[in-house]
């Protein structure tokens, strides 16, 4: 028993220790908060575009908007790098709060059309550029270099816990006095406590210094995005994860571009009803995020990625075959943990292994993903349109193995590089003054033995 309760203890520190920081801990508040928020937009603009015309190209097109301001994260990455950083933040979350109040006043008095629609999105997707590269830039800073990892990973799960509860309440606030632009408003207001908890933050940020030469003017800013990109390229372990992070975003959030034709058109539900399978799916995230948080710092960090991206596969399969809104549940139980397990550890090993000076260039590489998979929405809707869901969602679970083999290749080839520049956590994750519970090493999961057998590692006993 007191060994059990011991390796519990362990687990815990291990996975919270970067809540032992006070003010990363009103930081995590304050995510969990403006999560809500974003993650409620994500399910009504999807619901909004689809009533406003019936068509899943609709759909695609109005997540587009968002995806093309978002290819530009790099510019906000090289920002991020130049500035201070949480002014920074504090300016591109509030301004997204305010495009979601605008938008939702916008649909309560019956102003609202698809083209303006799309412009307003793509307004917000400029909000995320300018405020998303610098938000884990401003997190590393804050708790130091040795709470990386494991700091990035709770903001992950501050996204995660969000999951499960936002469409319900967006399914909620839509159905009820408030309807779409009262939901909207609604999303605006949670966001903005985000910004409060943002702007009480202590001033951390470190600049990096703009980079000038005694032969000619100061660099460019594309010339420091061209640098960002060589620094990723010459990274064998960066290049690969960066490869993985973005095809798992892309496969991970196109169900949600299908979803309200498969359910009014396939299972004889109303669009709105996307809110309990998205409960389902966050859940699921939730707890299985929970389970493998600590991974994120450990040798075991790529088994349960490419067992992850497997299980999404399936899930994809099993919702192209669903016969009823239950099969579609059981589907979501397993795309959740599939997409968001794989983004929660890359992107806290992207972080772990980045310099200092190149933190908000790397994370606007990541930032560029949603972007990619926004836009990938249209063409789904497209071809969704032509061939049908059904076959679709089967073509992109078939897509997530392929991902899934291909990144067991790469990782084999670069596993004997794949080591952060400086430790991940401390030896000891207590108090302040260093006392508390020694982090010890944690036996894998048996699922995950024969990846790890397959790679070589040893087996602790």
Same mark, same amino acid.
Request: some cysteine; hydrophobic content about 55%; overall charge positive.
């Given at each position: 028993?007191?060994r059990?309760?011991s390796a519990? =203890?362990?687990w815990?520190q291990?996975?919270f220790a970067?809540?032992?920081d ?10 969990l908060? &403006? ?6 937009m ?9 009533e ?5 190209t609709?759909?695609?097109?109005i997540?587009? !908007?968002?995806?093309? &301001?978002?290819?530009l ?5 090289? %920002?991020?790098d130049r500035v ?6 504090? %300016?591109?979350q509030?301004g ?30 400029f ?20 709470l ?9 799960? =501050? ?16 159905d ?14 949670l ?8 702007a ?7 600049v ?5 030469s005694?032969e *000619?003017p100061?660099r460019s800013?594309?010339?420091? %995005? ?11 372990s960066?290049r ?7 095809s798992a975003v892309?496969?991970g959030?196109?169900?949600r571009t299908l +979803?309200?034709a ?6 004889g ?5 996307m ?8 859940? &699921? ?6 389970l ?6 450990t ?12 299980l999404? !596969?399936? *899930?994809?399969?099993?919702? /192209?075959?669903?016969?009823?809104? *239950? ?8 795309l ?6 794989p983004?929660m550890?890359?992107? /806290?090993?992207l972080?772990m292994?980045?310099e200092?000076?190149?933190?908000g260039?790397?994370? =606007? ?17 497209i071809?969704a349109?032509?061939l049908g ?7 992109? !679970? ?10 067991t290749f790469g990782?084999?080839?670069i ?10 956590m401390?030896?000891? +994750?207590? #108090? +302040? ?9 944690? @036996?894998?999961? @048996?699922m995950?033995?024969?990846?790890g ?5 040893? %087996? #602790?006993?």
């Amino acid at each position: 028993m007191a060994r059990n309760i011991s390796a519990f =203890a362990a687990w815990r520190q291990h996975t919270f220790a970067a809540l032992n920081d006070r003010h990363f801990r009103v930081l995590f508040a304050g995510t969990l908060f &403006a999560t809500f928020g974003y993650m409620m937009m994500m399910m009504v603009m999807a619901i909004v575009a689809y009533e406003l015309s019936g068509n899943n190209t609709a759909v695609g097109l109005i997540g587009s !908007g968002v995806g093309l &301001a978002m290819l530009l994260a790099p510019f906000g990455g090289v %920002i991020a790098d130049r500035v201070n950083r949480k002014r920074l933040i504090v %300016i591109g979350q509030g301004g997204g709060a305010a495009m979601l109040i605008l938008t939702g006043l916008l649909l309560a008095f019956d102003l609202m059309s698809l083209p303006l629609m799309f412009i307003l999105m793509m307004i917000l997707g400029f909000t995320f550029v300018v405020m998303g590269p610098a938000r884990n830039a401003f997190t590393a800073d804050l708790v130091g270099p040795r709470l990386i990892g494991n700091a990035v990973v709770l903001n992950q799960l =501050a996204h995660t816990w969000g999951a499960p509860f936002s469409p319900f309440l967006a399914t909620f606030a839509m159905d009820s006095f408030l309807s779409y632009g009262g939901t909207y408003i609604l999303m605006g207001v949670l966001v903005s406590v985000g910004v409060f908890t943002m702007a009480i933050m202590p001033n951390r940020g470190r600049v990096t210094p703009r980079p000038e030469s005694n032969e *000619g003017p100061v660099r460019s800013v594309l010339s420091d %995005i061209a640098d960002g990109a060589r620094y990723v390229w010459q990274r064998p372990s960066l290049r690969l994860m960066l490869a993985v992070f973005v095809s798992a975003v892309v496969i991970g959030f196109l169900f949600r571009t299908l +979803a309200p034709a498969l359910l009014e058109e396939h299972l004889g539900r109303r669009s709105t009803e996307m809110g309990p399978l998205l409960l389902v799916y966050g859940l &699921a995230s939730a707890a299985v995020s929970l389970l493998v948080a600590g991974a994120a710092t450990t040798r075991w960090a790529w088994p349960v990625v490419l067992s992850m991206i497997a299980l999404m !596969g399936v *899930g994809y399969f099993v919702l /192209a075959q669903a016969q009823s809104y *239950g099969g579609a549940m059981v589907a979501m139980a397993l795309l959740g943990p599939g997409m968001m397990g794989p983004v929660m550890i890359l992107q /806290a090993r992207l972080m772990m292994h980045t310099e200092s000076a190149y933190y908000g260039r790397v994370m =606007a590489f990541t930032m560029m993903s949603w972007g990619v998979q926004m836009l990938c929405g249209l063409p789904a809707g497209i071809l969704a349109d032509m061939l049908g869901e059904r076959e679709v969602l089967a073509g992109t !679970g078939l897509l997530s193995l392929v991902v899934a083999a291909l990144a067991t290749f790469g990782w084999l080839a670069i596993r004997k590089h794949d080591r952060p520049p400086l430790p991940a956590m401390p030896a000891f +994750a207590g #108090d +302040a003054n260093g006392g508390g519970l020694a982090v010890t090493a944690m @036996p894998p999961p @048996p699922m995950l033995r024969p990846v790890g057998l397959m790679s070589g590692q040893k %087996i #602790d006993r």
